[in-house]
């Protein structure tokens, strides 16, 4: 392809990616189709002469397109948003075409610069402590993108347990590193997300998991006990993660609480906000960062909430130089006559290659504005308490979360069976994509404000494909258990639900018999290593536990503080329901 015919292509291109957008809702939400379908309309092997371009664009519509979960979708509900905008897009373009591999100042000066400066302003927009930003006159802070929160946690953990195996082989400069290594422990709350787990098991460090109060946050009491604790038991507190956003509902876990504590046992304290980070540029949203000046790092996904496309994961550091001393390895073919004066973001992250990902996060802030961008996230936050008050006004139905940014987390008053067939049953219809989580042991439905231009009409249309599949998934509910009520709060039959079950509802619910769900992490044995499982919902409310195989490293393990006689695995079925018959399509 020569410059002519890209310039002819490229504005195809960007006529299919605007015609695509504006008419994404035609689309399902969801593909109709099952694992191994494109194996069936790709050739096994690659092409031995060119294929045109306009085949090429046909495979992309008949076989690629068929196969996609639209994200940008006004219908798709589930995760959190994975930012997009046609500013991101250009932005994207404009790097791919320089095609600069930013390791170091030299490899691309405008590259580097334009990312510390870019990360500033963010910063700044943020409200974050001045101790954070790299043009502070004489502090040691500052930003740097990563590919994803997952990195981002990582690469802090990485530089938390450099500075613990520092200062220990201070006090003893013969012990093994091994050894010491085996003493270090790092916590993180019960709701944190999964990479916390992965980090641990790289990082070759203990984990312990913490349980969060009844509003889903982590307190600082509740970590002095854990560390002293372990401080008894010879082990070394080194890590603290925390969250601000969880994946699950959007809690906070406590910084004022927390880092304090972290302060006063010289622990590492990171604050993982992948969503909330950058709700922050709101000042009425700020309190959730009340304390994040007692954080050494933290981190948001400016890919999940501000409108640029993946990947841009934004990560400060009170000092770089405690970050770097973890990560650089400085062969003589990466220096450089200025490695003294500048940056090198080589020394800062994991991968050696980067991309020019400050471009779009360039391009998106001026764009927008800083008030543009506010505006879209109190918008968002608007619409997730218009849907809250839809579901609070129908008595069949509950919030199970605080709703103070983007996300509602409600169920149908009844058992975690019955939930789980009424998501199921919405999934499957493609009228709406979301996705569940447990709190407090119970199967939750997870509502997010995806789309950036979703309206208030959207909220109106998920409530009525909500509220109307669940009528019809009790119906047919209350006749699989024998009219048997799952909850005193229901209606019974006919009375108050008003609606039988479509013939395509009624197929849907009867395929989920054969279907195996999960529901949550769980904690389990493999060959005396304790590692982290999912666990299936076996019947109505039976929990089984299912661990993922795999090996781990005996140095690395997870501890679960829950609290006593709370049971984790089992049933949570009231006792006059235990008698009900078992479902013969249970697989165990």
């Known amino acids: 392809m020569d410059s002519a015919e890209f310039r002819k292509r490229g504005k195809e291109m960007i006529e299919y990616v605007a015609d695509y957008m504006d008419s994404i809702e035609k689309r399902r939400v969801t593909p109709s ?333 001026r764009t927008y504005g800083v008030e543009g961008l506010r505006q879209y996230i109190r918008k968002h936050c608007r619409l997730a308490k218009l849907f809250e008050s839809y579901v609070k006004q129908d008595n069949r139905f509950e919030v199970m979360n605080k709703v103070q940014l983007g996300l509602v987390c409600f169920r149908l008053k009844g058992t975690n069976g019955l939930n789980q067939k009424l998501l199921s049953t919405i999934n499957a219809s493609g009228k709406l994509h979301m996705v569940p989580a447990s709190l407090n042991d119970k199967y939750v439905i997870r509502f997010c404000v995806c789309r950036e231009t979703a309206e208030d009409s959207d909220m109106e249309y998920a409530w009525n494909v909500i509220r109307e599949t669940a009528e019809e998934v009790m119906e047919l509910h209350l006749d699989e258990v024998g009219g048997v009520q799952v909850s005193g709060d229901l209606p019974p039959p006919g009375a108050g639900w008003g609606r039988r079950a479509s013939k395509e509802v009624t197929e849907i619910y009867k395929d989920l018999g054969n279907r195996r769900f999960t529901l949550a992490r769980e904690t389990s044995i493999l060959n005396d290593i304790t590692t982290r499982g999912s666990v299936d919902l076996c019947d109505d409310e039976t929990i089984h536990i299912r661990s993922r195989s795999g090996s781990l490293f005996p140095v690395c393990c997870f501890v679960d503080d829950f609290q006593q006689g709370r049971s984790r695995s089992g049933s949570l079925l009231p006792p006059f329901l235990h008698d009900l018959p078992e479902n013969d399509n249970i697989s165990e």
């Open 33 to 365: 189709i099952e694992p191994g379908y494109l194996k069936h309309l790709i050739p096994k092997e690659a092409p031995e002469l060119p294929d045109s371009w306009e085949d090429i664009m046909k495979d992309v519509e008949d076989k690629i397109m068929i196969g996609m979960t639209h994200w940008q979708h006004p219908r798709f509900h589930a995760y959190f948003p994975s930012g997009n905008s046609y500013p991101s897009i250009l932005a994207d373009i404009l790097s791919d075409s320089i095609g600069c591999i930013g390791f170091s100042w030299a490899a691309g000066p405008a590259c580097t610069e334009l990312e510390t400066i870019v990360l500033d302003w963010f910063g700044k927009m943020m409200n974050l402590p001045e101790q954070f930003l790299s043009s502070t006159e004489n502090g040691k802070g500052g930003g740097v993108i990563q590919a994803s929160a997952s990195e981002c946690v990582l690469v802090a953990l990485l530089a938390a347990r450099a500075q613990a195996i520092k200062k220990l082989k201070k006090k003893d400069p013969n012990a093994d590193e091994g050894v010491l290594l085996s003493q270090l422990m790092a916590y993180c709350s019960k709701e944190a997300h999964s990479c916390l787990e992965k980090g641990a098991m790289i990082a070759f460090v203990k984990l312990r998991i913490l349980e969060p109060d009844e509003n889903f946050s982590l307190q600082g009491e509740t970590l002095r006990f854990a560390i002293e604790e372990d401080l008894k038991n010879g082990l070394v507190p080194f890590f603290v993660s925390t969250t601000v956003g969880t994946t699950s509902c959007c809690s906070a876990d406590n910084l004022n609480g927390i880092g304090p504590v972290c302060e006063e046992f010289d622990v590492w304290l990171h604050v993982d906000a992948a969503y909330a980070g950058s709700a922050m540029i709101c000042p009425e949203i700020r309190h959730l960062f009340d304390g994040i000046e007692y954080a050494m790092s933290l981190n948001t996904n400016t890919n999940k909430w501000l409108l640029v496309n993946f990947d841009c994961s934004c990560m400060w550091v009170r000092d770089r130089f405690k970050l770097t001393q973890a990560l650089v390895v400085d062969p003589l073919y990466l220096q450089h006559c200025y490695s003294e004066k500048c940056i090198d973001y080589r020394h800062w992250s994991i991968p050696l290659s980067r991309r020019f990902r400050a471009l779009k996060l360039w391009f998106v802030i």
